[in-house]
């Protein structure tokens, strides 16, 4: 009689389970390769050390200006260009005077102008996020803390100890402008004839601010003095 071979049971359970392993281990598992970063070209940005020596330069146009229209204030002597569909709500048209509601459009006119995408009647407190750029030319609500600047170099370097930052100057019919921002918003002031022109917008809307700031000029046609 033939003997039989008898499997070992630990032998076999050990080939079970090596077998199962293999059914449940990852097959062709590749790490993927990452993108490569794009580089980014830096924006120069003012600091304390630098506001004096930082070169100014020439705002240029970021977005189409096809169809865009001109708001030319004779009175305090400048002029811009703004989008097409906007509304423009200068002298006689904030309301009760603390700019509750925009009430109607008007001609360029006024020392402290809004130019704005919303309609006639909309009022301050739903205008936010939405676009829209101020124009002004009042001396007095500057304060009597800023009286002493004549130049933005001399104002910016005063900024360093507030919220507003400079970022950049830029160089608008020959007059430096400086570029300061603070959170969402972007302040712009430029001295002109010994009156101090403050332009105010958002940073989300960079490129449109810019290409608004391209567009500004000074006219020969002021007739207000400094109040």
């Known amino acids: ?39 980014t070209t830096p924006i120069p940005q003012a600091t304390t050390t630098d506001i004096y020596t ?9 977005v189409s200006t096809e169809g865009w229209k001109t708001c030319r204030n004779e009175e305090y002597g400048w002029d811009l260009q703004y989008p097409e569909g ?13 700019y509750t509601e925009y009430t109607h459009e008007t001609p360029c006119v006024g020392d402290n102008m809004v130019i704005a995408e919303w309609e006639p009647g909309t009022d301050r407190f739903t205008t936010s996020g939405r676009k829209s750029i101020r124009i002004n030319a009042n001396q007095e609500s500057f304060g009597t803390h800023y009286s002493e600047y004549t130049n933005v170099r001399d104002l910016a370097q005063s900024f360093t100890s507030t919220k507003l930052v400079p970022k950049r100057f830029y160089i608008v019919n020959g007059d430096e402008v400086m570029w300061a921002e603070t959170g969402s918003g972007v302040t712009l002031n430029v001295y002109h004839d010994s009156k101090r022109f403050e332009v105010t917008g958002d940073s989300k809307w960079r490129e449109l601010l810019e290409t608004i700031l391209s567009t500004f000029r000074f006219l020969d046609t002021a007739t207000s003095s400094p109040k």
Request: charge should be negative; avoid cysteine.
């Open 54 to 62: 930082m070169e100014a330069i020439v705002p240029e146009a970021k």
């Open 1 to 39: 009689m033939q003997k039989q071979h008898l499997v070992p049971v630990s032998l076999f359970i050990l080939v079970l389970l090596l077998g199962a392993g293999s059914f449940f281990l990852p097959k062709n598992v590749t790490t993927p390769t990452p993108e490569p970063t794009r580089p």
């Open 86 to 98: 906007w509304y423009v709500y200068g002298e006689g048209s904030h309301g009760d005077g603390i």
